[in-house]
C-alpha cells in the first residue's frame, strides 16, 4: 500500500521555525521527485518546494525562498521541508507528493498556523 504521511505542522508565533517531515512507504522513494505544496483556507493549492529525482535539485517558491529548505533521507524514505522566518501568510495545509512520470501520490496534509 502506498502511503505518504506529514507531521511536524503546528501553532508557531510569526518568526517561528517548523520542520515538516513526509515518511513515504509502498513505492520506490528513490524514482520519485518530491514536492510539498501548501493550501490557505480560500485559495488554491499552490508548489512550495520540490526536488527532483535524478539530480536532487531544487526548486523553491519565490515566497518561501531563502527561509525554507527542503531534504530527502533516502535511507529513511523520508523528505523533510524545514520553514524558517515563518510568517502569518505561511498558514496552510501542507501536503507532500511524490511523483513519478504519471503518477502522483499525495499525502493527507499537515496543519501550519503562524500567529501574529
Known amino acids: 500500500e502506498v502511503q505518504l504521511v506529514e507531521s511536524g505542522g503546528g501553532l508557531v508565533q510569526a518568526g517561528g521555525s517548523l520542520r515538516l517531515s513526509c515518511a513515504a512507504s509502498?513505492?520506490?522513494?528513490?524514482?520519485?521527485?518530491i514536492g510539498w505544496f501548501r493550501q490557505a483556507p480560500g485559495k488554491e493549492r499552490e508548489g512550495v518546494s520540490y526536488?527532483?529525482?535524478?539530480?536532487?535539485?531544487?526548486y523553491y517558491a519565490d515566497s518561501v525562498k531563502g527561509r525554507f529548505t527542503i531534504s530527502t533521507d533516502n535511507r529513511k524514505n523520508t523528505a523533510y521541508l524545514q520553514m524558517n522566518s515563518l510568517a502569518p501568510e505561511d498558514t496552510a495545509v501542507y501536503y507532500c507528493?511524490?511523483?513519478?512520470?504519471?503518477?502522483?501520490?499525495w499525502g493527507q496534509g499537515t496543519q501550519v498556523t503562524v500567529s501574529s
Open positions: 507528493n511524490a511523483r513519478w512520470g504519471l503518477i502522483i501520490y
Open positions: 509502498g513505492f520506490v522513494f528513490d524514482d520519485y521527485a
Open positions: 526536488i527532483s529525482s535524478s539530480d536532487r535539485s531544487t
